[in-house]
C-alpha cells in the first residue's frame, strides 16, 4: 500500500491529527503505533493510569464545571523538549514523561511532580527521520499485553520486557494548543 494512501487513510480515521510533516520542537503532536500485519498498527498511544497504551482510551481531567473552559481530553498529545518529553497539557507546572524502572512508558502527576519511583529517566527522547518517529535511546517500543489492551515500554530500557510486539512510534502533529488539563 503507498505511503500516501495510508496518510490519507489516517486522516479519516484520526481527524484529530494531521498528515506527517517536518515539524518544530514547539509543535504538539499525537503518536501512533507502526507496525503492519500486527493488532497494534495503527493504534493511538494514550495516556491512561500514569502509563502509555495501545487500545486504550485516553483518560484525562478538567478542574471546571463546563466543559468549554478545557480543551476536549479526548486525544493524548506530547511536546518535546531537548532530550525530553511532556504532556501537552495546560495545568501549571505540566507533566513530565519518563521511563521507569521497569521499562514502560509512564508520566508523573499534574503540576511537573517527580512520579515513578527512585529510578526514572527523564531524559533520552528524541525525534528521528524529519521528525516523525520518537525514540528513546534511538531505539523504538514494545507493546506488552495486558487485560485487552498493550502497555508501552522503551525498547531501549534495561529491564524493558522481552516478550511484546515491537513497533515505531509514528509522529502525527496535532491541531490543538493542548491535549488536555491533564492526564
Given at each position: 500500500m503507498k505511503a500516501s494512501t495510508i496518510f490519507t487513510a489516517l486522516?479519516?480515521?484520526?481527524?484529530?491529527?494531521?498528515v506527517p510533516t517536518a515539524r518544530?520542537?514547539?509543535d504538539s503532536f499525537g503518536g501512533l503505533a507502526i507496525h503492519s500485519g500486527s493488532p497494534i498498527?495503527?493504534?493511538?498511544?494514550?495516556?491512561?493510569g500514569n502509563a502509555f497504551w495501545l487500545n486504550k482510551e485516553t483518560h484525562s481531567y478538567c478542574p471546571?464545571?463546563?466543559v468549554a473552559s478545557c480543551p476536549e481530553g479526548k486525544y493524548?498529545?506530547?511536546?518535546?523538549?531537548?532530550?525530553?518529553?511532556?504532556?501537552?497539557?495546560?495545568?501549571?507546572?505540566?507533566?513530565?514523561v519518563y521511563v521507569a524502572e521497569d521499562g514502560s512508558l509512564g508520566y508523573t502527576i499534574p503540576h511537573g511532580s517527580v512520579g515513578g519511583g527512585q529510578n526514572v529517566s527523564y531524559t533520552g527522547?528524541?525525534?528521528?527521520?524529519?521528525?516523525?518517529?520518537l525514540q528513546y535511546k534511538n531505539s523504538d517500543w514494545i507493546a506488552v499485553p495486558v487485560d485487552g489492551a498493550y502497555k508501552v515500554y522503551a525498547a531501549a530500557a534495561e529491564n524493558?520486557?522481552?516478550n511484546g510486539t515491537?513497533?515505531?512510534?509514528?509522529?502525527?502533529?496535532?491541531?490543538?494548543t493542548f491535549g488536555a488539563w491533564e492526564y
Amino acid at each position: 500500500m503507498k505511503a500516501s494512501t495510508i496518510f490519507t487513510a489516517l486522516a479519516a480515521v484520526l481527524p484529530a491529527f494531521a498528515v506527517p510533516t517536518a515539524r518544530s520542537t514547539s509543535d504538539s503532536f499525537g503518536g501512533l503505533a507502526i507496525h503492519s500485519g500486527s493488532p497494534i498498527h495503527l493504534s493511538a498511544v494514550n495516556a491512561n493510569g500514569n502509563a502509555f497504551w495501545l487500545n486504550k482510551e485516553t483518560h484525562s481531567y478538567c478542574p471546571n464545571t463546563t466543559v468549554a473552559s478545557c480543551p476536549e481530553g479526548k486525544y493524548t498529545y506530547f511536546n518535546n523538549g531537548n532530550n525530553t518529553l511532556s504532556l501537552s497539557v495546560e495545568v501549571p507546572g505540566g507533566q513530565r514523561v519518563y521511563v521507569a524502572e521497569d521499562g514502560s512508558l509512564g508520566y508523573t502527576i499534574p503540576h511537573g511532580s517527580v512520579g515513578g519511583g527512585q529510578n526514572v529517566s527523564y531524559t533520552g527522547f528524541s525525534l528521528k527521520d524529519s521528525g516523525i518517529h520518537l525514540q528513546y535511546k534511538n531505539s523504538d517500543w514494545i507493546a506488552v499485553p495486558v487485560d485487552g489492551a498493550y502497555k508501552v515500554y522503551a525498547a531501549a530500557a534495561e529491564n524493558a520486557p522481552k516478550n511484546g510486539t515491537g513497533f515505531s512510534f509514528r509522529v502525527q502533529s496535532a491541531n490543538a494548543t493542548f491535549g488536555a488539563w491533564e492526564y
